[in-house]
């Protein structure tokens, strides 16, 4: 991300800043006005990106938040794609609390407010968590990929995702320390650093021109392009399997011998009613197993697809700046400065975005949603159906409405099977 606009004497400075000798004797009261009135308070279409800004902010931190309670309190989401989904969450977190703030102030003043520390702090927690996010989604679809296209070469785990997670999280901190060491807080009018931290910019210092421009080429490769390609082949082949053709493992015999339920109770001499042999549960499983799958890729191909859009501007714009050294001398500045502000600003909307995403496209999270909302909000339904129920009270519930059950689950099941088998050849 790019962690700040550069100011300069072409924002409205007035003349005679730069030469001690023009200073009026009352220019400091005079410069403090002109200071607030038309460069430090917001125009009429910053108050529009400070609504943005803060509705991105309340969305991802709740939505985020509630993503993270949905897995950790309920034993049967703790998948491990809900793992992975997790861990993009967290990242989301950090870069919305922390760095989100500071985006704000400085497309707004265009001025680095916040010292030398946090100047290396703040954009280094940026890229640490656009790594985090790419590296989370590649191990999301390198997963599913195995699971969907290759069940047999590799067995996912919790385990084995909670170690992924931590090595995600240490290779993200430690390749991005260059960051933090290139950020350099500077005043582009130094006669006035003593005064106001206004028209100081947080800015990257490199020995030679050449550097920052095999940085950001390979920043551009590694962290957006090679693990999108990466990410685009993979899902097409898991398109391909979940849409084109039947997964491995499943019982192609099944769907050869496969009979309707009504042939198969004739043939046993059971009447309709009765519960559908071993081999028609086993389908209707398979059934569910493949519409489950379908579910969860879509949605994830989605997240994707999101955040392939909204990190496009900012990864464009900054390669164009630092690689190819274009917008130094723009003609027309208001229209760059409105490019690099909408392109920061979709960067913490792709963090709301993906709550919002496992709200439509997935049934458990949008269940666990509407209990967190309904503890807050009444009329919503039951609250406190976020805590997992204790075995005792789970074991009498079954045992109630096990006779209930039994017969609706019956008829439900041979409605399913026969619906199904209607498309079989």
């Known amino acids: 991300m790019e962690p700040s606009a550069t100011p300069g004497p072409q924002m409205g400075v007035p003349t005679g800043v730069g030469d001690p000798s023009l200073v009026p004797p009352d220019y400091e009261e005079e410069f403090l006005s002109y200071l607030w009135r038309d460069y430090l308070y917001p125009k009429q279409y910053e108050w529009v990106l400070i609504a943005a800004y803060v509705a991105v902010f309340l969305v991802a931190l709740v939505g985020n938040t509630l993503v993270c309670l949905a897995v950790w309190r309920n034993h049967h989401m703790r998948t491990v794609t809900n793992y992975f989904i997790v861990n993009l969450s967290l990242a989301d977190v950090l870069v919305t609390a922390i760095c989100l703030p500071?985006?704000?102030?400085?497309?707004?003043?265009?001025s680095w407010l916040f010292g030398h520390a946090l100047c290396k702090v703040i954009p280094y927690l940026q890229a640490v968590s656009v790594s985090v996010a790419v590296l989370t989604l590649s191990f999301i679809a390198?997963?599913?990929?195995?699971?969907?296209?290759?069940?047999?070469?590799?067995?996912?785990?919790?385990?084995?995702?909670?170690?992924?997670?931590?090595?995600?999280?240490?290779?993200?901190l430690a390749v991005m320390v260059p960051q933090a060491a290139v950020m350099e807080c500077s005043s582009v009018l130094p006669e006035l650093a003593n005064r106001t931290r206004l028209f100081s910019v947080c800015d990257e210092r490199w020995a030679d021109d050449l550097y920052p421009k095999i940085y950001h080429s390979c920043f551009f490769i590694v962290t957006y392009l090679a693990p999108l390609g990466l990410m685009a082949?993979?899902?097409?082949?898991i398109f391909r399997k979940l849409w084109g053709r039947q997964i491995p493992g499943t019982t192609s015999a099944l769907v050869r011998n496969w009979k309707r339920p009504s042939d198969q109770l004739e043939d046993q001499g059971q009447g309709p009613g009765a519960e559908p042999p071993p081999r028609a549960r086993a389908f209707l499983a398979e059934v569910k197993q493949m519409r489950a799958r379908r579910k969860t890729a879509k949605m994830l191909?989605?997240?994707?697809?999101?955040?392939?859009?909204?990190y496009l501007p900012i990864s464009v714009l900054n390669v164009l700046k630092r690689v190819f050294g274009m917008f130094r001398q723009a003609s027309d500045r208001e229209a760059v400065y409105a490019c690099f502000t909408f392109s920061h600003w979709l960067v913490y909307a792709n963090s709301a975005a993906n709550p919002i995403?496992?709200?439509?496209?997935?049934?458990?999270?949008?269940?666990q949603f509407k209990a967190a909302f309904s503890c807050c909000l009444p009329g919503l339904g039951p609250c406190g159906s976020l805590k997992a129920p204790s075995p005792r009270s789970s074991a009498s519930h079954k045992s109630l409405s096990l006779q209930s059950?039994?017969?609706?689950?019956k008829i439900s099941e041979h409605v399913v099977l026969t619906s199904v088998t209607t498309v079989l050849p």
Request: aromatic share 14%; hydrophobic share 50%.
């Open 102 to 110: 500071a985006s704000l102030l400085v497309d707004i003043t265009e």
């Open 301 to 310: 191909m989605v997240v994707l697809l999101v955040f392939a859009l909204c």
């Open 357 to 367: 995403i496992y709200n439509f496209l997935s049934g458990k999270f949008r269940e």
């Open 233 to 237: 082949m993979a899902y097409f082949q």
């Open 142 to 172: 390198l997963d599913r990929w195995y699971a969907i296209c290759h069940p047999l070469l590799f067995k996912s785990t919790a385990r084995r995702a909670r170690g992924s997670i931590l090595g995600i999280w240490a290779v993200s």
């Open 405 to 409: 059950r039994c017969s609706v689950s």
